[in-house]
């Protein structure tokens, strides 16, 4: 009985192609390939007749960990070709590897990981003597481009150099030692025949090793530990996912490149990949002539034969594309030239590049394959792509609502939501979402079907995943998900987390978002699904003490207005307004501290400027002059930070006292134009806080006071940006200024 280990590289068309013809050759009683062995009673649904690139999705949940991971396949996966020529050679096929859920793969996500890339000083030093940037050009260099011949034995040289004595950690301990009992089960079980194991390279040697001694009964299938769920489904996968310039963990770069390789050889993949390129770039209206072309394939051709190679790589040719049609200087480094996704600022020829190297293939399951019951129930529901209007009044509306957010939650591609409530809008009775279709749909569903087998389901379950180590802002995030979801079972366990953070809270805009999410709750109850608990009413009155309690603590001087800190006392100033008698909350305690941190000069402009709006939008009235109080605040360095914090809170009341817009269009226009200039970016932000109708107003009253019959809308429209409007005015004041300096302008 003879046991042939082949080492490969995952997503390698010469070790796929290797692997095929191996097992056609010897046609052997076992084929044994790395991979979840739970999936072994699976087999005929995986080899249904799919289009690949397909994935195994993989979820796994349980108390204090969850995880998901993806098992991928291509035309040129060896694992791939394996089980199509074992099942071609009338062979029995096992998958070897421990589940996916496993705690030894737990920090793997794609389980086709390519183990060099933790090895990086052996392939450094190869990457030195052979002369080439990076791992994916020195594999292409020794095996995809050179003749198959003795390929079997160059990759055992490669993978032992590679792993030489190096001790496995723990992880691949355990899952080599797994691997190697299924290997010595079914050598006892061939009756004399041969058996073929394909794993990754790096196992190779100690699969050897292992395999000689030990247990050869057939080793069990781990299970789930109690109160665990793993499911795992079959799902379209696509090029782009695959891509390491998209960010794919590990394997073979550019499978749009790779696809041509396994499909035409290294001669024709060079051809088709210039051919792509150019065409794409045309495509979006990129001038390249037919020389450029030329060109580029000259230059490809040459470099190849300077590097060695019988047809052009992979790199030659992106190296000879870039040669011939980028002629600027390039920022940043070649993408090819080292692993890892595609950097920002890279130039739009090379993006273009990479994207015609990624391809755009996405595989597709067969009709026979089962789908998780998720599947069938969002899409029995969903609807036809368009917008949709929900009147969140009615019943059926709200209904609607919570399936649609559940699918948001959910991560369903295609589902969009336009408009609706939230804790800062009031009592929005509807509710905009916008439906289209996507290719990533189904993928996104049955890989969402692990959470459950409906929406409300696995909503809940992805949404309690989230809670564990969520920190206060986090925590406001999960409870309105779960109450636009209809989660109500998961708003309690939250309130109780939220319950205690509260309390050790330093973090004034945190606390903000929380009191606005938790005051929207108790407040609209019938729209939000829950009922105004003691525990909401608990929580606000804690958050709103605890808000007014970090204000009157925080200290700084000048600095840029911070919004979430402003809209931290605009949620206590409403908690204070539609909450504080049924709730017990003190409003005149709440009163002293705005008043104290209005008067603190040590406290930033932006939160003053809204514990003066706190305090005069509760009061109804400014205490004491509020013309004083603005002119006191009126520096040209922070005016705007300090009106910001005002307008936030006290907006209606600034506009409709008397007085207080004339005095604030005489301050500004007294300033000098370095003052001007120093002040409008702030300026401009805290006039923000206006709606278009409130702008307009105050427009009219300020044409009004300066007569002369000019139109509000002068002052509300321009032509140009207005920061380019300051630069000129800046620029003209430095002009002037030169010119009084050389005498050539009166002083």
Avoid: K
């Avoid at 702008?695 to 300066?706: E, F, M, P, Q, V």
């Amino acid at each position: 009985m003879t046991v042939t280990f082949l080492g490969v590289r995952h997503h390698s068309p010469a070790c796929a192609r290797l692997a095929a013809d191996t097992i056609a050759a010897v046609r052997p009683a076992y084929v044994l390939v790395e991979g979840p062995a739970d999936m072994n009673d699976r087999m005929d649904e995986l080899l249904l007749g799919h289009q690949p690139p397909i994935a195994v999705h993989t979820g796994y949940r349980a108390p204090g960990r969850r995880h998901g991971s993806w098992t991928p396949f291509c035309d040129y996966s060896p694992e791939w070709t394996a089980l199509n020529a074992g099942r071609a050679a009338g062979a029995e096929l096992r998958f070897i590897d421990l589940p996916a859920w496993h705690p030894a793969l737990a920090g793997v996500r794609n389980r086709y990981a390519d183990a060099e890339a933790r090895y990086g000083e052996v392939t450094a030093r190869l990457c030195r003597d052979f002369a080439v940037d990076d791992a994916d050009a020195l594999w292409d260099h020794l095996f995809e481009i050179e003749p198959a011949d003795g390929l079997a034995e160059r990759l055992a040289v490669y993978f032992d150099l590679l792993r030489g004595d190096t001790e496995a950690g723990p992880d691949d301990t355990a899952r080599e030692a797994y691997m190697a009992h299924w290997v010595r089960a079914a050598a006892a079980h061939a009756d004399g025949r041969p058996v073929v194991v394909v794993t990754g390279g790096f196992h190779r040697p100690a699969l050897i090793r292992l395999a000689e001694d030990g247990d050869r009964s057939w080793p069990e299938v781990p299970r789930p530990p109690d109160g665990a769920t793993a499911r795992s489904y079959l799902v379209p996968y696509s090029f782009r996912r695959l891509d390491a310039f998209d960010g794919y963990q590990a394997g073979m770069p550019s499978p749009g490149y790779y696809q041509h390789l396994w499909e035409h050889g290294p001669a024709g993949a060079g051809r088709l990949l210039a051919e792509t390129v150019v065409a794409r770039l045309r495509a979006r209206r990129q001038p390249v002539s037919t020389a450029d072309l030329i060109a580029a394939r000259a230059a490809a051709d040459g470099l190849a034969l300077m590097r060695g190679h019988r047809h052009p790589a992979r790199v030659d040719v992106l190296d000879g594309l870039a040669g011939a049609l980028v002629s600027e200087a390039i920022e940043t480094p070649l993408p090819w030239a080292s692993r890892g996704p595609l950097q920002a600022g890279a130039h739009p020829v090379i993006v273009e590049m990479i994207a015609a190297l990624s391809g755009d293939r996405t595989g597709r399951l067969h009709q026979d394959t089962p789908l998780p019951p998720l599947v069938h129930a969002v899409l029995t529901v969903l609807g036809e792509p368009g917008e949709e209007r929900l009147d969140l009044g009615e019943e059926a509306g709200r209904e609607r609502s919570r399936l649609l957010h559940r699918l948001r939650v959910l991560g369903i591609p295609g589902v969009l939501r336009i408009s609706g409530p939230s804790p800062a809008g009031g009592t929005e009775l509807t509710e905009r979402w916008e439906l289209s279709d996507s290719e990533d749909r189904l993928p996104a569903l049955i890989e969402a079907g692990v959470y459950g087998v409906d929406p409300q389901e696995a909503a809940a379950a992805v949404l309690a995943g989230r809670v564990p180590g969520a920190d206060l802002d986090e925590l406001a995030g999960v409870l309105l998900d779960a109450a636009l979801c209809g989660v109500g079972e998961l708003t309690g366990q939250v309130l109780d987390d939220l319950a205690r953070a509260v309390g050790r809270a330093a973090d004034l805009g945190a606390l903000g978002r929380t009191l606005a999410v938790v005051l929207a709750m108790w407040r609209h109850g019938e729209l939000f699904g829950t009922s105004g608990s003691d525990l909401l009413g608990a929580v606000v009155r804690a958050t709103a003490e605890r808000a007014l309690w970090l204000a009157e603590g925080v200290r700084g001087g000048p600095a840029p207005a911070d919004l979430r800190r402003i809209e931290a006392m605009a949620a206590v100033r409403d908690a204070l307004r539609h909450a504080g008698p049924p709730l017990g909350l003190d409003t005149e305690a709440a009163l002293g501290v705005a008043d104290r941190v209005a008067a603190c000069r040590d406290a930033p402009p932006d939160l003053r400027g809204a514990a003066l709006g706190l305090a005069w939008s509760l009061r109804g009235h400014a205490a004491g002059d509020p013309g004083r109080a603005v002119r006191g605040a009126f520096v040209p360095a922070t005016a705007g930070d300090w009106l910001a914090g005002l307008f936030a809170l006290a907006r209606e009341e600034v506009l409709h006292t008397a007085g207080v817009l004339e005095l604030l269009d005489e301050l500004v226009a007294a300033l000098a134009d370095d003052d001007f200039l120093v002040a409008l970016p702030a300026l401009r932000q805290a006039f923000g806080f206006f709606p278009p109708r409130e702008r307009h107003l105050i427009a009219t009253r300020l044409t009004g006071l300066r007569g002369g019959g000019a139109s509000p809308y002068d002052l509300m429209r321009l032509d140009a940006a207005p920061e380019l409007v300051a630069a000129g005015m800046a620029l003209d004041e430095r002009v002037d200024a030169a010119l009084r300096r050389e005498g050539l302008i009166p002083r």
